[in-house]
C-alpha cells in the first residue's frame, strides 16, 4: 500500500513545463529526506532529485539538472518537482518517495508512491 500521493502529471509538448506535488496519504514515520524517480517503458527505474526536510539540500541527477527543481513546503508536508523544457525522453512513469539517507539511490527510500504518468510528445 502506497503511502505517498503523487499529482501533477499529464501529456505535455516537448518545451513545455510540469510540476508534480507529493503528499503523504497515509500515516509514514518522520523521515529526513524526500526523493523524485522516474521509470521508462522497458527501462529500468532511475533517480531525478532528492531534497532534506530540514536544511533544503538538494541533488540531481545529471540528466535533469538545469530544467529540473524539486522544493517543499514543510508547513503543508508536500514535496514539488517543478520540470521545464520538457523532453520526450523525460516521458516515464515518476514517483515519489520518503526515506533517512540523503541519496539518490533508491534503497534508502522506505515509502513510495503509485506513481504519477508524465509523458512528453515531440
Known amino acids: 500500500q502506497a503511502q505517498l500521493e503523487e499529482s501533477g502529471g499529464g501529456l505535455v509538448q516537448a518545451g513545455g513545463s510540469l510540476r508534480l506535488s507529493c503528499a503523504p496519504s497515509g500515516r509514514i514515520v518522520r523521515t529526513d529526506v524526500a526523493g523524485w524517480f522516474r521509470q521508462a517503458p522497458g527501462k529500468e527505474r532511475e533517480s531525478v532529485a532528492a531534497i532534506t526536510w530540514i536544511g533544503g539540500d538538494t541533488i540531481y541527477a545529471d540528466s535533469v539538472k538545469g530544467r529540473f527543481t524539486i522544493s517543499k513546503n514543510t508547513a503543508k508536508n508536500t514535496v514539488y518537482l517543478q520540470m521545464i523544457n520538457l523532453k520526450p525522453e523525460d516521458t516515464a512513469v515518476y514517483y515519489c518517495?520518503?526515506?533517512?539517507?540523503?541519496?539518490?539511490?533508491?534503497?534508502?527510500?522506505?515509502?513510495w508512491g503509485q506513481g504519477t504518468q508524465v509523458t512528453v510528445s515531440f
Open positions: 518517495a520518503a526515506g533517512g539517507t540523503f541519496s539518490l539511490k533508491a534503497d534508502y527510500y522506505a515509502y
